[in-house]
């Protein structure tokens, strides 16, 4: 017991400090929102169901025992989801704003609040914990479901631009992390929604791989030289229609009168060039 408790806090050492990495690596994503003044395609869903899922997992860690590491990790995810949320909401247009603000009341306020009613009431001692841990369980799914709406964007659009690399990598070396983490204290509420972590994380990694390949390949194509426009093909199996008398006579015509204009221009030239007399008085 005292090994696998020193390697279930090593683990969740490791946890936190790859989940710390998880929640700042958004920072490049609200830059852009910042220079670019709008948050453009980006969704506000991963955040506010990660601040709501960082206050359940604090909540179900004050019901347990040994769990600290839970706590410290998951009160900095409510400070830093907080902020980001609250960044979203000042540069979102209008209908984006409105939408995260009833999901915010929706999750954070009702949500979380009738779980802990219902918690408090209505179950005591191991209940308690067993029912919130089973709740955390499935936020925490939610939690790793919720980038789906952006890899059904990256998948529709072929463009990786809405999916954070850094973001993908962490998130699955935090589900590495927690899964052994949990394994280890043999509580399946944390270790379980981590297996889904994980094979979300991959899929997310494998997509941007592909994609951004893709795209590489595409503006390379759009850089060469369009020469398509400069280049005369010609057939040798087409053969030139063949002139009438009527067109063989408008042809020497043609030329004819080239020919006077070009005798005429040549003369007026010369006598251009002649120097004039002068009179010279007697």
């Given at each position: 017991?005292?090994?696998?408790?020193?390697?279930?806090?090593?683990?969740?050492?490791?946890?936190?400090?790859?989940?710390?990495?998880?929640?700042?690596?958004?920072?490049?994503?609200?830059?852009?929102?910042?220079?670019?003044?709008?948050?453009e395609g980006y969704q506000s869903i991963p955040y506010v169901i990660a601040?709501?899922?960082?206050?359940?997992?604090?909540?179900?860690?004050?019901?347990?025992?040994?769990?600290?590491?839970?706590?410290?990790?998951?009160?900095?995810?409510?400070?830093?989801?907080?902020?980001?949320?609250?960044?979203?909401?000042?540069?979102?247009?209008?209908?984006?704003?409105?939408?995260?603000?009833?999901?915010?009341?929706?999750?954070?306020?009702?949500?979380?609040?009738?779980?802990?009613?219902?918690?408090?009431?209505?179950?005591?001692?191991?209940?308690?914990?067993?029912?919130?841990?089973?709740?955390?369980?499935?936020?925490?799914?939610?939690?790793?479901?919720?980038?789906?709406?952006?890899?059904?964007?990256?998948?529709?659009?072929?463009?990786?631009?809405?999916?954070?690399?850094?973001?993908?990598?962490?998130?699955?070396?935090?589900?590495?992390?927690?899964?052994?983490?949990?394994?280890?204290?043999?509580?399946?509420?944390?270790?379980?929604?981590?297996?889904?972590?994980?094979?979300?994380?991959?899929?997310?990694?494998?997509?941007?791989?592909?994609?951004?390949?893709?795209?590489?390949?595409?503006?390379?194509?759009?850089?060469?030289?369009?020469?398509?426009?400069?280049?005369?093909?010609?057939?040798?199996?087409?053969?030139?229609?063949?002139?009438?008398?009527?067109?063989?006579?408008?042809?020497?015509?043609?030329?004819?009168?080239?020919?006077?204009?070009?005798?005429?221009?040549?003369?007026?030239?010369?006598?251009?060039?002649?120097?004039?007399?002068?009179?010279v008085q007697a």
């Open positions: 017991m005292a090994i696998s408790g020193h390697w279930a806090f090593a683990f969740g050492v490791l946890g936190n400090i790859v989940s710390f990495i998880v929640f700042l690596s958004p920072l490049p994503t609200f830059y852009k929102i910042y220079k670019k003044k709008s948050t601040l709501f899922s960082s206050m359940l997992w604090i909540y179900y860690a004050f019901l347990k025992t040994n769990t600290t590491l839970l706590i410290t990790i998951n009160s900095f995810g409510v400070f830093i989801e907080t902020i980001y949320v609250g960044f979203y909401l000042f540069y979102a247009p209008k209908k984006a704003r409105v939408q995260t603000v009833k999901m915010l009341l929706l999750t954070v306020v009702a949500g979380f609040g009738a779980i802990i009613l219902i918690a408090q009431f209505l179950f005591k001692g191991v209940a308690r914990g067993q029912v919130v841990g089973w709740v955390c369980l499935v936020f925490s799914l939610c939690v790793f479901v919720a980038p789906l709406c952006i890899v059904r964007k990256v998948i529709k659009t072929k463009s990786v631009e809405f999916m954070p690399l850094l973001l993908s990598v962490f998130l699955t070396l935090s589900a590495v992390m927690w899964f052994f983490y949990g394994l280890l204290l043999k509580d399946i509420n944390i270790a379980a929604p981590n297996i889904l972590g994980l094979i979300f994380g991959i899929l997310q990694i494998v997509l941007y791989v592909i994609y951004n390949k893709k795209e590489k390949h595409i503006l390379k194509e759009q850089n060469l030289p369009e020469l398509q426009n400069h280049v005369i093909i010609l057939d040798d199996n087409k053969k030139l229609p063949e002139l009438t008398e009527e067109h063989k006579i408008d042809i020497l015509k043609l030329g004819k009168l080239v020919s006077s204009l070009h005798e005429n221009a040549c003369a007026a030239a010369k006598e251009e060039k002649l120097p004039k007399l002068q009179t």
